[in-house]
């Protein structure tokens, strides 16, 4: 894949540009709308309103919080290691976005008599009609994940703050702690699937009309892997590296400005990854009825799905209260850890005998 | 087009380690050594071996050089003091290792590589490789296993602490530790 | 989807293995269970776990099975070697006992530990794969690490561990970095593989990625034997690390590095020996003369025994460059009859130590001789052994190393290392000056025998007397091992 870059047509990388701006146009909106449906959802929920004033029911808030936060400031603690403090937000921000490559967002579209399957890293093979995509896709999104957390940590080292270091070594032990069990989880569905490929694997998904979705082939591991991923990604129940109540703001409570806009924009995009992942490894992808026959549907399944865990990651935070560091630990290790180990050996068993 | 990108992960590479290196801050160092890390996995991807990259990025740089920061982190060894340098007889035995680390590294580069019997790159399938590691290899995987095992005794024995022993604090339990953690600041 | 099939595998070659790994895990979880004053228990089934493993060892003599896809073998060569090993661990944990008991560190984590080693050393001598023997040595070393710094209230100890830590690992870098330019000229870590292809060059020693390979991994195993100029760790470690385990250290890792190193040489580079001859040949010398010449100036009895550690992997060397049969069969018997009489000579320096001062001086020894009549002769016995005198084990081991490199021709070299000898003798015969002819300074009442320190006291004097007057019995079974591979 990828290799013979230059043997291939024009149309290729006119479609390759435009799934990357697609890609990102999407996840760039859906940041900035998130944190107005996100102030929306969870008023309505504590029954208040949230923001009404900048716009009909306040939707054009995040513009405004935008600008705001575009215009503030630049504040770099005089204490503050520089180099890493600046690079800290890029290095949150960057991975975030680049997880989005391998993920499949719709089927194969065609479009002037080229066919474009709808995920960012791919190409088809025109002759089999074959899609090739990163064949580890699934490994690529974790070690991205893995290599966000480095800016978390840096930010809470560079300011220099006993707040900022707090928040960032709770970033890492929790995210070191989590990563584990999402990764266990995630290895029962291999087991199922028997590829990384993330094509294949909503493509074996599709089964029943659409509905052959893994959540209900594994429904602990898609428990599982969903909680590791909002434990991964510090929403709260588990945001203890952000707890406003212990640590101010935790590692970024030195930010201001666009700095700060970037690790806002980082812990969005990564709710939307992994809502993403979730969506592709467990609800089936773009899959659901009639999505082989109208690709375009295929999409909108996807982002629906997408969209459904979001609103859920949001009615989690407005529902459970914050994790005590202790119990995140124990659960992390003493109870989600064992979990999914057996979940695997009982998937092994299982798999062993109807086969 | 795959040599230009090459060369350049190469050099990054490269340049990553040196500064890794010679860099005092150790937060810095390690920095650099993502980077380098980071760098190597793409060269791993470019020689088709994609899982080997993606498991260089989950593993080196994505889970040891994060627990490395922690560690540096939780020490505070943020703040190198004026590095002495140290006695040239001290220098001695890392000179003539790094001589000859050097010296057969020239004698491979300068080699004529005509003789390579390393089979031709192509992108070998996650399946196969698994294949190969537990089917040819079973002995060497369980073996690593065994050493992680005591590895791990080793190290809960040397870290534990004795409640016996004086001039140590009780035991406690590192739940405890950590949930004391929160009240301090 | 296909299945996957499990091959079928043989499991002869690593019974003892499997037995001793199994043994480990067992004695870890007892442990948890076992009070801690009555931590020797463990220690006692370990010991019998190690006689059980010798004879599994044993019975498998003289069969030839190769498993695992040729990774691991069971050969007369592996059984000789996993023999020593056990010899040593089996000494080593008699004498455990006694100074853990005295250090307060009698902790039940040291048996599985020790027993571990075995393993990683045991697979180090069996491994015809280059990744085999890589995996036995990083378990041999990890567990070895762990039992230098075993003392964890003592500052020394730590730093033992430490420093074995940081130049182990490094020196690991070597030998792996020496593997894998090795698999990268010939494609193949198998050692079989590896000596086909060199045997089809013309001149093998013309591929210079294979040279390099070839190099760097002789620099990892000269490390891990404490051969000049790689011996720096070595002093620190040994007087550091707790008494014990500096004779358990100083004898099987020793073992194991020769054990693989010998293989890899003479399977896999078989066609180069001119060139790693040539290498050896500097190295021995310069191991000799460095260890003896600094051991000279040792007051700390584990010190000096350190050097004389590094001067005696010099000797070995001496086998290394002849390559014969003589030479090589020498190696075996001169590792063997070292671990008798090294461990022979720490289990006496763990009577003579106290609680918190375990390393004695040279001059603590003075007037030992008086009081303990029966313990100055044995070791008297041990140090005429490490000098090379006749009519003990090491003369005998010294005799064969050096007439395997005479038959080569390498006359020069056997001068230099009988002359080290001779040099050798100063310091051995001064701890014997010290038992024998000063006034005692203190008294020593408060020296006990236990059982099994008496035990292997009675095992190391039985083995270095043996083994220096009829030799035969065991050298007709080294000569035998070194035939087939």
Redesign the interface.
């Known amino acids: 894949m990828g290799i013979e870059i230059l043997g291939l047509p024009m149309m290729y990388y006119i479609a390759m540009v435009a799934k990357v701006l697609v890609a990102f146009l999407f996840v760039l909106l859906t940041v900035a709308y998130a944190t107005y449906a996100e102030r929306k959802i969870i008023g309505h929920m504590q029954v208040r309103l949230g923001p009404m004033r900048t716009g009909w029911h306040g939707l054009l808030q995040p513009i405004a919080d935008g600008l705001k936060l575009f215009f503030k400031e630049e504040i770099i603690p005089s204490q503050a290691s520089t180099f890493a403090f600046l690079i800290a937000p890029v290095i949150a921000l960057v991975p975030a976005f680049m997880t989005f490559a391998v993920i499949p967002f719709g089927g194969v579209i065609e479009v002037a008599g080229y066919k474009i399957p709808l995920q960012v890293a791919s190409y088809i093979d025109v002759a089999s009609g074959k899609v090739y995509d990163v064949n580890v896709g699934v490994l690529y999104i974790l070690a991205m994940s893995s290599l966000g957390v480095y800016g978390i940590v840096l930010a809470g080292w560079a300011s220099n703050s006993k707040y900022s270091l707090m928040g960032g070594l709770r970033a890492s032990a929790q995210l070191i702690s989590y990563e584990l069990s999402a990764g266990l989880a995630i290895v029962s569905v291999f087991m199922l699937s028997q590829t990384l490929s993330l094509n294949e694997i909503v493509n074996q998904q599709s089964s029943f009309n659409g509905l052959g979705w893994y959540i209900f082939k594994q429904p602990l591991a898609a428990f599982l892997f969903f909680i590791c991923s909002i434990a991964e990604i510090n929403r709260t129940p588990f945001d203890l590296p952000e707890a406003e109540t212990e640590l101010v703001s935790g590692f970024c409570t030195e930010y201001s400005s666009m700095k700060y806009a970037m690790f806002f924009m980082a812990e969005y995009a990564n709710m939307i990854t992994v809502c993403a992942l979730t969506t592709t490894l467990f609800l089936g992808g773009w899959n659901g009825p009639f999505a082989t026959v109208f690709p375009l549907l295929g999409l909108v399944y996807f982002v629906a799905k997408v969209y459904f865990l979001i609103f859920f990651c949001m009615w989690i935070r407005a529902t459970l209260p914050r994790y005590r560091y202790d119990q995140l630990m124990h659960l992390g290790w003493k109870v989600l850890l064992p979990i999914s180990l057996v979940n695997i050996v009982v998937t092994g068993i299982i798999g062993y005998f109807i086969k | 087009?795959?040599q230009i990108i090459f060369y350049i992960l190469a050099a990054v590479a490269v340049i990553g380690t040196v500064l890794a290196i010679s860099e005092k801050?150790p937060?810095?160092a390690i920095?650099y050594l993502?980077t380098s890390l980071?760098a190597v996995?793409v060269v791993f991807y470019l020689l088709m071996a994609?899982?080997v990259?993606?498991?260089e990025?989950?593993l080196y740089?994505?889970?040891i050089m994060?627990?490395f920061?922690?560690v540096i982190?939780?020490l505070d060894l943020?703040h190198p003091e004026k590095g002495f340098s140290p006695h040239w007889r001290e220098w001695l035995?890392a000179l003539?290792?790094s001589l000859?680390?050097i010296a057969?590294?020239v004698?491979?580069i300068?080699?004529r590589?005509s003789?390579?019997?390393?089979?031709a790159a192509q992108?070998i399938?996650?399946?196969e490789v698994s294949?190969r590691l537990?089917?040819?290899?079973?002995?060497?995987v369980e073996?690593?296993s065994?050493?992680l095992?005591?590895?791990l005794?080793?190290?809960l024995?040397?870290g534990k602490q004795?409640a016996s022993?004086p001039g140590l604090p009780p035991s406690s339990a590192p739940?405890?530790v950590?949930?004391s953690?929160?009240k301090s600041? | 989807m296909d299945m996957i099939t499990i091959p079928a595998v043989n499991m002869t070659p690593i019974m003892p293995e499997i037995f001793l790994s199994v043994l480990a895990m067992a004695l870890l979880l007892i442990n948890v269970f076992v009070p801690s004053g009555q931590k020797s228990y463990i220690g006692y089934i370990s010991f019998i776990g190690v006689i059980a493993a010798a004879v599994l060892v044993g019975t498998g003599w003289g069969m030839h099975v190769e498993s695992f896809n040729g990774a691991v073998v069971q050969d007369n060569f592996a059984s000789f070697f996993k023999m020593i090993f056990l010899l040593a661990a089996g000494l080593a944990i008699l004498i455990s006992d006694q100074y853990m008991v005295r250090e307060e560190c009698n902790h039940g984590e040291l048996y599985p530990l020790i027993l571990f080693t075995v393993v990683g050393m045991m697979l180090m001598a069996a491994g015809t794969d280059l990744m085999t023997i890589f995996l036995g040595l990083e378990v041999m070393s990890v567990s070895l690490y762990v039992l230098a710094g075993f003392n964890r209230e003592n500052r020394k100890s730590n730093e033992a561990g430490l420093k074995y830590f940081l130049l182990g690992a490094f020196s690991t870098g070597f030998l792996l970095y020496g593997m894998a330019l090795t698999y990268g000229a010939t494609g193949s870590t198998r050692i079989a593989d590896i000596a086909t292809f060199a045997a089809q060059q013309s001149l093998p020693s013309s591929n210079v990625m294979l040279l390099a390979g070839m190099l760097l991994m002789i620099t990892g195993f000269a490390f891990k034997v404490a051969a000049a100029p790689f011996h720096m760790w070595t002093p620190d470690v040994y007087e550091g690390a707790p008494t014990p385990m500096t004779a358990f250290m100083s004898a099987g890792p020793k073992a194991a590095g020769f054990a693989a190193a010998l293989r890899i040489l003479l399977v896999s580079f078989s066609t180069m020996q001119a060139d790693w001859s040539q290498l050896f040949w500097v190295l021995a010398v310069l191991t000799m003369t460095v260890g003896n010449i600094t051991a000279l100036r040792q007051d700390n009895i584990k010190r000096m025994l350190a050097y004389s550690s590094i001067a005696h992997a010099g000797y070995c060397l001496v086998g290394f460059t002849a390559g014969n049969p003589t030479g090589t069969a020498g190696i075996m018997f001169y590792m063997l009859s070292y671990t008798f009489m090294n461990i022979g000579a720490f289990a006496i320096i763990v009577l003579v130590g106290k609680k918190g001062e375990p390393n004695g001086n040279v001059m603590d020894f003075a007037g030992f001789g008086f009081k303990h009549p029966a313990l100055a002769v044995a070791m008297s016995i041990f140090l005429f052994s490490l000098a090379g005198m006749p009519p003990t084990a090491g003369f005998i081991g010294k005799f064969y190393l050096f007439s395997g490199a005479i038959q080569k021709g390498y006359i020069w070299l056997a001068v230099i290392g009988v002359l080290n000898s001779a040099a050798s003798v100063y310091y051995y015969l001064r701890v014997m000056v010290y038992m024998y002819m000063k006034e005692p300074t203190e008294e020593f009442d408060w020296l006990q025998v236990s059982a099994p320190i008496a035990l292997s006291l009675l095992i190391s004097v039985t083995g270095t007397l043996v083994l220096g007057v009829v030799p035969s019995i065991v050298l007709q079974y080294a000569q035998e091992a070194i035939k087939l591979i």
């Open positions: 087009m795959e801050h937060v810095h920095l993502v980071f996995a994609p899982l990259a993606v498991f990025v989950i740089a994505g889970a994060v627990l920061l922690f982190m939780m943020g035995p003539l290792l000859v680390s057969s590294l004698m491979v300068v080699s590589h003789q390579l019997a390393v089979p992108s399938p996650i399946r294949r537990f089917q040819g290899h079973g002995v060497a073996l690593i065994l050493q095992l005591f590895a005794v080793g190290a024995y040397l004795q022993s739940e405890r950590s949930g953690e929160e600041p």
